[in-house]
């Protein structure tokens, strides 16, 4: 077959397509005379229906299929009174020690009006300002303001020794107030949620700041994404709280915090100022998803019935 005779053929079936497709003559004579503009001009058609088919393939293997599994428990959009998610105590409590602490129920509660936004972004500086003299080489670094450690490089340093030996100090009386008047307000909430005499609960270590990057990991501690048991992974705690100091999708992606129940994974968005806080045991697994970009805050603060591991306020040093 001559090259004529298949562009030949070419225009005929345009042609046709031509006049079935166009409402006016115009289009179909045009065709005719034009073989090669009328090809250049219905490819492209082709073109962009397969492009937005692909598309739609795409986007359902990488958005819709990432989040299969996901269940949000809590958005960054809404600022929420307070939401309570209730699951059923695991065994762990049967052998509780300290009967007055035991949570009379188990789950999660996530609070936007407990703690001030303002308060929030107080304590964020504060820990810019402590990580500043550190940090982790990998992706995770901690300064815990009540033993100094820092992430330092690959390890942790005693923030309070080295500012010291500068003639610094990190702590205001401000900074102070502000950080003992939230871990108050966490305190009162956390024994009233779950049923626990206040004053048989107390501070625990360790109670931390937290700051995520994309960083690649340089040691176990920067491998936050593994799901646990704050029961297990440290022995003290029976009560954990978050309080978020950077707000997810903002500030960064990727780093929602989810728990892993059998039916599905729940995720608290981390938005300034949220609190969320829940019962300890292996009712409770979870983790917290790898950054994908930004930089990510939080304290971890957290809660103990055993009156031999209770904790001190930080002072000025
Ligand atoms: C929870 O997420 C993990 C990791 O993405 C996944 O393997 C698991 O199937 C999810 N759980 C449920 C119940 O869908």
């Not at 401000?174 to 108050?184: A, G, N, T, W």
Request: net charge neutral; charged share 25%.
């Amino acid at each position: 077959m001559s090259e004529k005779v298949v562009r030949q053929r070419k225009s005929d079936k345009h042609d046709t397509a031509g006049k079935t497709k166009s409402n006016g003559k115009k289009k179909s004579v045009k065709i005719k005379e034009n073989a090669e503009e009328d090809s250049s001009s219905v490819l492209p058609l082709y073109l962009s229906s397969a492009a937005v088919a692909l598309f739609s393939i795409l986007y359902y293997v990488f958005v819709y299929q990432e989040d299969a599994g996901y269940t949000v428990f809590v958005s960054a959009k809404d600022k929420v009174d307070k939401v309570v998610y209730t699951v059923k105590c695991s065994s762990d409590y049967d052998t509780e020690k300290f009967e007055g602490c035991k949570p009379k129920k188990c789950g999660r509660t996530v609070m936007d009006n407990l703690i001030t936004e303002s308060d929030a972004r107080h304590l964020k500086e504060l820990a810019e300002k402590g990580m500043s003299y550190g940090g982790s080489s990998g992706g995770a670094s901690i300064l815990d303001l009540h033993s100094g450690a820092l992430s330092s490089g690959t390890q942790f340093i005693n923030i309070y020794k080295f500012l010291q030996s500068q003639n610094e100090a990190l702590l205001t009386e401000e900074d102070l107030r502000i950080y003992s008047k939230v871990k108050d307000k966490i305190h009162a909430a956390i024994a009233s949620e779950f049923g626990v005499k206040q004053n048989q609960l107390y501070l625990t270590s360790p109670t931390f700041f937290s700051r995520m990057n994309t960083t690649p990991p340089t040691t176990k501690h920067d491998e936050y994404w593994h799901p646990h048991i704050d029961k297990i992974t440290y022995e003290s705690f029976h009560y954990t709280s978050l309080l978020y100091l950077s707000t997810y999708g903002s500030d960064f992606t990727g780093g929602r915090f989810v728990f892993v129940d059998k039916d599905t994974n729940r995720t608290v968005e981390p938005r300034l100022g949220r609190i969320s806080f829940f019962t300890s045991g292996s009712e409770n697994l979870h983790f917290v998803e790898r950054l994908v970009d930004g930089v990510r805050y939080a304290i971890t603060i957290s809660f103990t019935c055993d009156p031999s591991k209770a904790i001190q306020n930080p002072a000025i040093r």
